[in-house]
């Protein structure tokens, strides 16, 4: 689904990875945890994911201190840790602000 | 592939779509045209780009400039046209400012 973030500026993180063969049962329930403890955190707009090759997960947030505190949530640098020791064979993550967007939706 | 873009500040255009059932075969020869095309503009550093349930396409650019001026080139602009008309049920478009970044690759 299409996030329905507000109106601009806010900001946005994008994850871009590419998946090792490993562990596949179990990176499916992290990423689930993952989603779920996201969607909890204070200034969370919304996600939006997609996988072939490689996965982007774009995750909006109100804040640049939105997205700091999400990136030092406990269980959140655990999962950090097991995606660079066994899930991950690289990934970038960018920090960005939206400053403009617009849309479509067919009637 | 993760795309290999410059130091920070840049520029990414996160586009999010849906796809209608219609015209397979028309929509991925014009995406494979746009993306060639896309490369061959000023500013443009590199793109990602996933598909399920929903699309998500990342081109990242030097500037807000190189953005506009790729957003108006004709034959983009027909595409723009014709996924409106024919391949999209909705998309989003956001225009961001990417602050800062940081990476993992396994050696």
New interface residues.
Partial sequence: ???K?PK?PYY?V?F???R?DEDAQNYADMASLMAALAAEQPGYLGV?????????T?SYWES?EAIQHWKAQADHLIAQQM??EKW???????????????????V
Same sequence: chains 1, 2.
């Fill in positions: 689904m299409i996030a973030t601009s946005a994008i871009t990875s590419i090792t939006e994911s997609a996988r072939n090759d490689i996965g982007i774009v640049l995606g660079r991950y064979s690289a990934y970038k993550t960018r920090v960005c602000k939206v400053e403009r967007d617009y849309g479509f939706e067919q």
